[in-house]
């Protein structure tokens, strides 16, 4: 059984969507980050520096795998799987290229632009116009890749549930956002309908 260590943000939305798009039975417990409980000692035992996602799998004869941060948790299951992540060496890094944006660059950019730009009592316009400048970089990039191609990489990969969830949540807070991404709307729209992802995204409830 494996237990996902969750909160309903994007970062917690990618595991979910993995989880329900692999067909794999997990139990949720909801990790009220408002209320502080990402900072109790228990949860500090499964994500040591407190952040969500976080799960852990049991294994035979007892014992237990942890794994902290939405990256390393897409990358195991879809290697250990051998699902959701092509196979040939070159197909294999174009996915992880675009699935280290998602993680790297495009997560943080919008993570903080809405820190700064929303929840900050002082709103410090460098850092806004900063993050907003990261994030656009971001869609810039994500919109020229798939003028030419269907997903991110080859196929449908964990690259696509790194970025979907960041996508679909500044779209909701910029509802102008793809009258200036053509290929990025239609690739949102496409993963938005696939059943999994709708699953995924509604957890936890």
């Known amino acids: 059984m494996i237990t ?77 799987t051998r699902r959701l992540l092509p196979e040939t060496a070159e197909a294999k890094g174009e996915a992880m290229n675009w699935l280290m944006l998602g993680i790297s660059d495009l997560a943080p950019a919008a993570a903080n632009l809405f820190r700064f730009g929303v929840r900050a009592p002082e709103k410090i316009p460098y850092a806004i116009d900063y993050f907003k400048s990261e994030l656009a970089r971001c869609y810039d990039a994500m919109e020229a890749r798939l003028a030419g191609s269907e997903y991110l990489a080859e196929d449908y990969s964990i690259a696509d549930i790194a970025c979907f969830p960041f996508v679909a949540a500044s779209a909701a807070a910029d509802m102008e956002m793809f009258e200036r991404y053509p290929n990025l709307k239609r690739w949102h729209d496409v993963i938005a309908e696939r059943p999994a992802v709708k699953r995924g995204m509604a957890v936890p409830e």
Request: hydrophobic share 40%; charged share 25%.
């Open 4 to 80: 996902l260590y969750s909160w309903a943000s994007p970062n917690g939305h990618k595991v979910s969507i993995l989880l329900e798009e692999l067909g794999l039975s997990y139990k949720v417990r909801k990790i009220d980050v408002l209320a502080g409980e990402h900072r109790q000692p228990d949860y500090l035992a499964v994500s040591p520096i407190g952040k969500i996602p976080a799960l852990i799998e049991d294994l035979p004869g007892g014992r237990k795998r942890r794994l902290f941060g939405s990256g390393p948790i897409l990358i195991h299951f879809a290697e250990r």
